[in-house]
């Protein structure tokens, strides 16, 4: 967990280490890999921020399997991992809708079927997940352990040094 007074630059490093953001100076690694490599860390990382970017006209289903694309899935790989995480996010039912009529709920709970599409080793979050009202999330899919441990468990940022920073979930 990170906290930090406004200003802080939580945000700046949370986009940094998601590859969206260049650093200014020292290493980052995640899992051995140097944050320069963008690709890669985008394939083993997932990013939640407090106002994800979404298109208001998709359907939820449309969005993910868009994202999917965005992250290298293929699409039989999407069309499986969109239906199990609209299951696991409680949206099924809602998945054809456009993105433009789901309550600030269910937006926040797409954002969090978006950042685990790519099965990430190391999930990345400006939201707090204890906005989102556990049952919204289906209890009965075996994945909300993974989702646990995943997201609020397992994922602590160390800061080794002032100019390193390691990741090894």
């Known amino acids: 967990v990170y906290s930090g007074f406004l200003g802080a630059g939580k945000?700046?490093?949370?986009?940094?280490?998601?590859?969206?953001?260049?650093?200014?100076?020292g290493n980052i690694t995640i899992c051995g890999i140097p944050i320069e490599k963008a690709k890669a860390i985008r394939s083993i990382t997932g990013y939640l921020p407090q106002d994800f970017g979404y298109y208001p006209d998709f359907s939820g289903r449309d969005f993910l399997m868009y994202m999917?694309?965005?992250?290298?899935?293929?699409?039989?790989?999407?069309?499986?991992?969109?239906?199990?995480?609209?299951?696991?996010?409680?949206?099924?039912?809602?998945?054809?809708?456009k993105i433009k009529t789901y309550s600030g709920g269910m937006k926040q709970r797409l954002g969090i079927a978006q950042?685990?599409?790519n099965e990430p080793k190391l999930n990345l979050s400006l939201y707090s997940l204890c906005a989102v009202y556990i049952?919204?999330?289906?209890?009965?899919?075996?994945?909300?352990?993974?989702?646990?441990?995943?997201?609020?468990?397992?994922?602590?940022?160390?800061r080794k040094t002032s100019t390193s920073i390691t990741i090894n979930p």
């Open 11 to 25: 945000t700046t490093l949370m986009k940094t280490l998601a590859a969206l953001h260049k650093k200014k100076s």
């Open 115 to 117: 950042a685990l599409l």
């Open 68 to 97: 999917s694309a965005l992250k290298g899935l293929s699409k039989k790989e999407a069309c499986k991992k969109t239906e199990e995480l609209l299951e696991l996010v409680n949206l099924s039912e809602k998945s054809g809708k």
């Open 135 to 158: 049952t919204e999330i289906n209890t009965n899919n075996p994945i909300i352990n993974k989702i646990k441990n995943a997201i609020i468990n397992n994922n602590t940022v160390k």
